[in-house]
């Protein structure tokens, strides 16, 4: 069945945030160990790059941007999310979300795009990597989720269109 690809409204917040929560009972996916509310989402990523993925009604993952500092001179810099629904993994839904996510950013000026990735997540670093994205390191021991520490693989991804 084909997926596209449109913007995340509000109305999408109950599905997307299903799909968040699916993530987050990997143990792979994030730091965090719930899923906020919609205001508190929306205020946390850009108002730009916001999409999910659909067939027909139903949405099977979401993706997003947002910022990495207030500072305006990281304006141009922004951190990838993408996330699919647990029964649409392995049909190309990540790849078509960041592929879109890629173009809004650089429509909207955002010349150099980073995702923090635990290195446990193989499938996520090689779509990133399919996408442009190389790695530029290993962050040790970043952070401690459920009472573990976790490394983090750092990726970034340079416009060849934005910021030359």
Same mark, same amino acid.
């Given at each position: 069945?084909?997926? %596209?690809? &449109? #913007?995340?409204? !509000? =109305?999408?917040?109950?599905?997307? *945030?299903?799909?968040?929560?699916? /993530?987050?009972?990997?143990?792979?996916? %994030?730091? &965090? #160990?719930?899923? !906020? =509310?919609?205001?508190?989402?929306? *205020?946390?990523?850009?108002?730009? /790059?916001?999409?999910?993925?659909?067939?027909?009604?139903?949405?099977?993952?979401?993706?997003?941007?947002?910022?990495?500092?207030?500072?305006?001179?990281?304006?141009?810099?922004?951190?990838?999310?993408?996330?699919?629904?647990?029964?649409?993994?392995?049909?190309?839904?990540?790849?078509?979300?960041?592929?879109?996510?890629?173009?809004?950013?650089?429509?909207?000026?955002?010349?150099?795009?980073?995702?923090?990735?635990?290195?446990?997540?193989?499938?996520?670093?090689?779509?990133?990597?399919?996408?442009?994205?190389?790695?530029?390191?290993?962050?040790?021991?970043?952070?401690?989720?459920?009472?573990?520490?976790?490394?983090?693989?750092?990726?970034?991804?340079?416009?060849?269109?934005?910021?030359?």
């Amino acid at each position: 069945m084909e997926s %596209t690809v &449109e #913007t995340l409204l !509000p =109305d999408d917040w109950e599905q997307v *945030r299903s799909i968040y929560l699916e /993530g987050i009972a990997t143990g792979n996916a %994030t730091f &965090e #160990t719930e899923a !906020p =509310d919609w205001q508190t989402w929306s *205020r946390n990523h850009l108002s730009f /790059g916001r999409l999910v993925a659909r067939q027909i009604n139903s949405v099977i993952g979401w993706a997003a941007l947002a910022p990495v500092s207030g500072r305006c001179v990281y304006a141009g810099v922004a951190e990838v999310s993408v996330y699919v629904a647990a029964s649409a993994r392995g049909q190309g839904v990540g790849r078509l979300l960041l592929a879109g996510l890629i173009s809004e950013a650089e429509q909207n000026g955002v010349w150099t795009l980073q995702a923090g990735i635990f290195p446990e997540n193989i499938a996520s670093i090689a779509l990133h990597k399919s996408c442009g994205f190389r790695e530029v390191g290993l962050r040790e021991r970043l952070g401690r989720l459920n009472r573990v520490w976790r490394d983090v693989v750092l990726l970034e991804r340079r416009s060849r269109k934005v910021g030359l």
